[in-house]
Nanobody, 127 residues
Framework: QMQLVESGGGSVQAGGSLRLSCAAS????????MGWFRQAPGKEREGVAG????????YYADSVKERFTISRDTAKNTVYLQMNSLKPEDTAMYYC????????????????????WGQGTQVTVSS
């Protein structure tokens, strides 16, 4: 069983930055794709970014391209989400997830493609 623990959330002003971390334990070599999702109150959970664990290919939602960067440290079993130029609309609970499916073909943004989820970390951006 794989466990995911997110950290790094907080409150910032618009234009600020945060770096989220997702530490994985009970790691399985079958994991193919790691993703970050977010959910704002009253909205659906949406994919923000994904990364192919084996090769490092990255994928982003249009709304965060050029502002967010997903990366991984395989030695530490940790995935990061660097968030720059934050906007009030980025306010949400952010979740890390692990998938046994490859990221490509748009699978990275499908909630049902992910087997394991963290508990989430809150990001609040004020104007």
């Amino acid at each position: 069983q794989m466990q995911l623990v997110e950290s790094g959330g907080g409150s910032v002003q618009a234009g600020g930055s945060l770096r989220l971390s997702c530490a994985a334990s009970g790691y399985t070599s079958s994991t193919k794709c790691m993703g970050w999702f977010r959910q704002a109150p009253g909205k659906e959970r949406e994919g923000v970014a994904g990364i192919y664990v084996g090769g490092g290919s990255t994928y982003y939602a249009d709304s965060v391209k050029e502002r967010f960067t997903i990366s991984r440290d395989t030695a530490k079993n940790t995935v990061y989400l660097q968030m720059n130029s934050l906007k009030p609309e980025d306010t949400a609970m952010y979740y890390c997830a692990a998938s046994l499916t490859y990221c490509s073909g748009g699978y990275w943004r499908l909630k049902n493609a992910y087997t394991y989820w963290g508990q989430g970390t809150q990001v609040t951006v004020s104007s």
